[in-house]
Structures are given as structure tokens and as C-alpha cells.
């Protein structure tokens, strides 16, 4: 029997009706690929015709998408973590010895369609790798007895859920407890508040706490959500950001994991407070593992009345939320990228303005805010203000969660008042003979040494929560190249100086690597950065070259001593563009071989 032969049916269920919505477009994808292991023409064919769009429209989502393809993955689609952490733990080997025992090279399907061994992008497993994903589900700890077993189970065939529960097991491993994660609410305590303050109050306690978004970028909540409740439409919007794509980072992994329900809380008194009615957790694909326990959550809301219609018996307090699945694309971490996808599209970052509290979702006025940000709300509407300035500093204030990994004794999750130094955090995960910290993941800022009684705090060291340690004994470089081709992959191609400078400086970091590289690259790197950083369309673009800039300026002896030549040597090797000619006109003469005067 055809494994296909159930589509048409499969598809059905999926729609629901002969008119389904084109906004579930991706979601409709996203279940078609885990079942199948790829997306059929003929599934195509029958959501073109079922959502009512034009074919070309829903291949181009599928391109767009990592963990969507046209041709079949394999019975076991496996995918190793590719974030720069990862690399240190000896993924890379692990993964060659995993192709090695399956006779299967990097992302080619093996001829018996068992298996695709590939890499993906940061799975958010760092303090806990190297890890992998297979069919969409997370495996830690990897080391080499596990990869053999691995290799025996797919051998065998055997069904990735009847694999050892212990495969799949993932800690929350959380370090350093403070405010965030010991004052925890009591659930509905946050709508409780709202219904004897009212919103106007709250808003005014949002203000006075000095909470700033913690995905990084630090926007002060208050007014982000003032501008969403004043904005008049048919309809509002909230969504959570749980598109934790920065490598790195992993902090939401855990919150989602141990503390939904004050996220889910946090949700429900924005809606409160702007008028909207529903709500969308977007989920990254790599955190597919979770959103079973998720939906267990949501459901046990909904039964106690803290979510659906009337919550906590108030007429008119109606609102409820669906998860949404990412399907690995870095750029909708980026909030009008994130809701294009939303809305079943490519996650291209939209041009701003109008912005999203106003044109948002669906074009309707949306507060999109990550999870540590909404937990952090509910937590003021029960504690109030004063709970949050106690700790951290005048411009930040309260506490910050990190994802520490890399080169030290205990990574996992730290939460610290804002204001504490790097010297500290790397003196209490276990951190010696440091040579660099990169803070904020890949698009974030490289610290040396000398600056480590630097601060964590907006106004001098920012960071979404990503903390990833790198001793004296790591190549620079290493972590440079890692970054680099991470961002040419990762950009949506959108604009001209994210979509080009990004791969002409992947390939200039390359050619340094390889040691052929000259001054001369090195100031062309410097240009090539700036132009991104001043004319990219979204932070992406602007933030993709700042390791670069940032290691070129604190680390130039990684660069130099990698240096071949004072003057210009091209990258372009002609006589190796040639092998392909030779090799098709059965020549290997001389006459076929430019001689290069040295």
C-alpha cells in the first residue's frame, strides 16, 4: 500500500470544509510533513483547490521553510543541532559517526527512503546537547553509545515512539531561582487583579514597574500595550512570541515547560486590557515535543473558567488561544515576520511603519510579546509595581532570565536582578580562563575580558537571554564561521543588503578560515557589515554582521595570523572551476590548465 493513499482523506480532516481558511495554510503543511515526511505534489493540488489559492502560493511556503520539503525526508528524519555550542560538545563527529554506521551521507536520503541525516539551525537544547531532532522530536545528551543505538533503532525500523523514553527526556535544569521564578502566582490571581483594579489601574502598575519586553530589544510593555488598546478596529490581538530561534538561547523552553500557566495568565490579562478576543501562542518547530502539555494546560484553563467566554464569570471577558507551529525560520522571531506567518505566509519582516499595535494580525491592532514578558505582567498585576523595582536597575528593572552555555561547569538557567556583572554570572556557572562571552546569541555582542565588569542591563549590555561562555583554549573563528553561514541561511532573502552581504561575508569568513584570505578582505568585512547594519530592512540584517565587527575590533589576531598575503588574493579558484570541463571532455592535458605566474 502506497503511503500516499491516504492523503486526500488525511487533507480532508485537516480543512474541515471545501472553503478552509488560507491562514491555516501552514499549519495545514506542518501536519501533512510530519506524517508523510514530505508534501506531495497532490497535497498541493488539493489545498490549492480547497483554500482557494493559486498553487505557486503554497510552494513557495514550503521552500521557504526549513522543516517543509517537496520530496520525501525518509522513515527517519534526522536532523542534528548546528548551533556553535553544539560544535564544542562534538556534534559534527557524533554526526559523522551516525552517517558512517547508517552508510548515509549529510542530506542525501538514503537509497531505501529509510533515513536523511542533516543539521538544523540552534535546536534550544545547549546546556543539554549535543541533541538532534528526529521526525520533529528532541533527543539530548547525545554521545557515542547513544548514537549507536540510534543507528540500530533505525535499522531496525523501530517506530520513533517506542525509542527509550530516557531519548527524550529534557530538564528544565534551572540554576539560580529569583523573583521571576520563586514569587510564582496563584492561577487566575492576575484576572482577579484586573477585575478589581480595571485596566486603567493595571496599566498605570505596568508603567510604574518599569517593565521593558525581555526578548531583548527592551520596549516598555505599558505602552506598547496603551497604543494596542487605543487603536480603534473590529478586533484585537495577542501573541506570545515563542519563536526562541536565537541561538543560544533556551530560557522560554523552560518557562514553557514549568510555568504556562502564568504565560497563559499573562496572555489573558493583555486581552483583558486591549479588548481582544483571541490570542496565538507561536511555538517554534523544534519545540514540537511541547506542545502536547501545552494543549493539556489550555484545556484545564479553559474547564476552570479562566479561559473561553465569560472568564471567571464576567459577561463580555471572552478570549481563548491556539497554538501555532513555526516550521524553522529564524526571521519570525521578528514580530511583523511572525505574524506574516501567522497568517500562513513566507515570515518576511513587513516594512514598518504602520507597526503592529495598530496594523497587526489580520491588519487588526496586536500586542505581540515574548513569554518571559508575559509572565512577568501577571506577576505585577498580583505583587504590584514595587515587587518589580525593588530589583534590577533604574532603567531595568526587576530580573532577567539567561541561557547559559559553552565552556563552563553548570550551564542551564540563571535568573539575576538586573545589573549584575558578567564576571559574576561566569564566576557562578563555572566559568575559568574565559576568553569571550558572546550575550544575545549570534546577533548579539561579543565581550572579551577586559570588558567583563560589564553589566547586564539595557543600558549597557542587552541581551534576549542568551549567554554562551567560550575559554582561551576556542578559535575565534570557530564561533565567526558558525554565525556567518548561520545568518546567510537564515535571511528571508527580502532585502539586498541582508540577502547579499550576508553570504559575501560568510564567504569572505571562509576564505579567511582557509587561510587565503588578505588585508584587504578584512576592510571589505568591515564595509560589508556597516552597509548591513545602516540599510538592512529589520533587525536581522542589522544585527547579522555585529560578530564580525565585534571580533574584527576585540580579537584582530584570530583574523591576522589566519592572513596569507598584505595585498589581494581572489577567492575564486579558476583552474578548480575547470575540473567539471576536463571531466566532460575527457582532457587532462595541459592546454587545460592555466599556469598562475607566482
Known sequence: MDKFDSLDTFIGQLTGSATADPGQLLQYLYEIQYRYSCIPARAVELLAVRLGMPSARITGVIDYYSFLHKAPRGEFDILFSDSITDHMLGSRELMQQLCERLGVGKG???????VTIDTTSCTG????????????????????????????????????????????????????????LTDTIIDGAALQALSLQGSDSLLDDLERSGLRGRGGAGFRTATKWRLCRAAEAAEHYVVCNADEGEPGTFKDRILLDSYADQMFEGMTLCAG??????????????????REPLEAVLARRREAGLLGTAIQGRAGFDFDIEIHMGAGAYICGEESALIESLEGKRGIARVRPPFPVTQGFRGQPTVVNNVETFMKAAAIAVHGAAWMTATGTPESTGTKLLSISGDCERPGIYEYPFGVSIRQVLQDCGAVDVQAVQVAGAAGTTIAAAEFDRVLAFEDVSTGGSFMVFNAARDMLDMVCNFAHFFAHESCGFCTPCRVGGVLLRDLVDKVCAGRASEFDLQEMRGIGKLMQQTSQCGLGTTAPNHVLNTLDKFPDSYRNRLRHSGFEPAFDLNAALDEARAITGRSDTGTTIKVKS
Open 108 to 114: 542525501i536520503p538514503r537509497a531505501d527512503g529509510r
Open 273 to 290: 486590557i486591549i479588548g481582544a478576543r483571541q490570542g496565538y501562542l507561536y511555538l517554534r518547530g523544534e519545540y514540537r515535543y511541547l
Open 125 to 180: 537544547i545547549c546546556d543539554q546537547g549535543p541533541a538532534l531532532l528526529v521526525n520533529g522530536w528532541t533527543v539530548a545528551r547525545l554521545d557515542a553509545t547513544r548514537i549507536d543505538t540510534i543507528a540500530d533503532l533505525v535499522e531496525a525500523a523501530t517506530p520513533v515512539s517506542d525509542w527509550p523514553v530516557e531519548f527524550f527526556q529534557v530538564a528544565d535544569n534551572i540554576r539560580r531561582r529569583d523573583r521571576l
